[in-house]
């Protein structure tokens, strides 16, 4: 098999097989045989239909598995990459939503508050949280410990109008005390990077998307809650570089890591 020249690691153009799992100094858990086995299966995760037709990265390089295969590690090395800018946004956003309503009801577990009234479908979230909680860590569990389970889903319907002058004005516009746009944009800007985490946590493609733009709204939006979560974000994320290096990793100038 003719060996990609831009990078020696690869032995063959089409399947990215690692040249060190084709050497004989190979660990014995992927010689040959495997390593050939398990390019022939990334092969065939890129160039798998999709239901609306063939595979985005097939379509997206025109029909060439090289660049397909490059493009899918790539996908793989960026949804990686925003993994740490969401772990910080999600703790800081529940963090500081919890503390005001905390405020707001006088009590930590201020679903139970009558002052706080949830619609149903909120209501059915903290209700499945408090079970699943319950059966993990016992009926002694705390409200931090029902706070850790709630989604990211669930914080951001709490910014939704219908709770505009219940929550939002008494209580969650505290939570986010450097915003200075409308309720309305912050929700749908944590929205569109919810349905984007949901994309990365079933491993779908996201290299169509501006992900400069989704990084940028991460950063803001933890500027709005605590300006040095942004700054701690900004210095220690690895998705820009990814970005800057991707038009390189699908010609195969550049290999990808994750």
Same mark, same amino acid.
């Given at each position: 098999?003719?060996?990609?020249?831009?990078?020696?690691?690869?032995?063959?153009?089409?399947?990215?097989?690692?040249?060190?799992?084709?050497?004989?100094?190979?660990?014995?858990?992927?010689?040959?045989?495997?390593?050939?086995?398990?390019?022939?299966?990334?092969?065939?995760?890129?160039?798998?239909?999709?239901?609306?037709?063939?595979?985005?990265?097939?379509?997206?390089?025109?029909?060439?598995?090289?660049?397909?295969?490059?493009?899918?590690?790539?996908?793989?090395?960026?949804?990686?990459?925003?993994?740490?800018?969401?772990?910080?946004?999600?703790?800081?956003?529940?963090?500081?939503?919890?503390?005001?309503?905390?405020?707001?009801?006088?009590?930590?577990?201020?679903?139970?508050?009558?002052?706080?009234?949830?619609?149903?479908?909120?209501?059915?979230?903290?209700?499945?949280?408090?079970?699943?909680?319950?059966?993990?860590?016992?009926?002694?569990?705390?409200?931090?410990?029902?706070? @850790?389970?709630?989604?990211?889903?669930?914080?951001?319907? !709490?910014?939704?109008?219908?709770?505009?002058? *219940?929550? +939002? =004005?008494? #209580?969650?516009?505290?939570?986010?005390?450097?915003?200075?746009?409308?309720?309305?944009?912050?929700?749908?800007?944590?929205?569109?990077?919810?349905?984007?985490?949901?994309?990365?946590?079933?491993?779908?493609?996201?290299?169509?998307?501006?992900? @400069?733009?989704?990084?940028?709204?991460?950063?803001?939006? !933890?500027?709005?809650?605590?300006?040095?979560? *942004?700054? +701690? =974000?900004? #210095?220690?994320?690895?998705?820009?570089?990814?970005?800057?290096?991707?038009?390189?990793?699908?010609?195969?100038?550049?290999?990808?890591?994750?």
């Amino acid at each position: 098999m003719r060996a990609v020249r831009s990078d020696p690691r690869y032995s063959t153009d089409f399947l990215m097989v690692p040249h060190c799992c084709l050497s004989k100094k190979s660990p014995p858990v992927l010689g040959k045989l495997s390593a050939l086995a398990l390019a022939g299966s990334i092969r065939k995760i890129v160039s798998h239909p999709e239901p609306m037709g063939k595979s985005e990265y097939i379509n997206a390089c025109h029909g060439n598995a090289t660049s397909a295969i490059r493009l899918y590690v790539w996908n793989i090395e960026a949804s990686a990459a925003l993994w740490g800018g969401f772990s910080v946004l999600e703790v800081f956003l529940r963090n500081a939503m919890h503390r005001q309503l905390a405020i707001l009801a006088s009590r930590e577990d201020w679903w139970n508050a009558s002052a706080i009234t949830l619609h149903h479908e909120q209501a059915h979230m903290v209700a499945k949280a408090r079970v699943f909680v319950a059966s993990s860590k016992g009926p002694s569990y705390s409200a931090n410990d029902v706070v @850790a389970e709630l989604t990211l889903g669930f914080w951001t319907s !709490l910014l939704a109008n219908r709770y505009h002058q *219940r929550l +939002w =004005v008494p #209580a969650l516009n505290q939570a986010f005390p450097h915003w200075n746009g409308r309720r309305g944009v912050l929700q749908q800007r944590l929205e569109r990077l919810r349905r984007l985490r949901n994309r990365i946590a079933h491993h779908e493609p996201i290299f169509t998307r501006d992900l @400069a733009l989704d990084h940028a709204d991460i950063l803001e939006i !933890l500027t709005s809650i605590d300006p040095a979560a *942004r700054d +701690w =974000v900004a #210095a220690e994320s690895r998705l820009p570089t990814v970005i800057t290096v991707k038009n390189d990793t699908i010609s195969g100038i550049r290999a990808p890591q994750f």
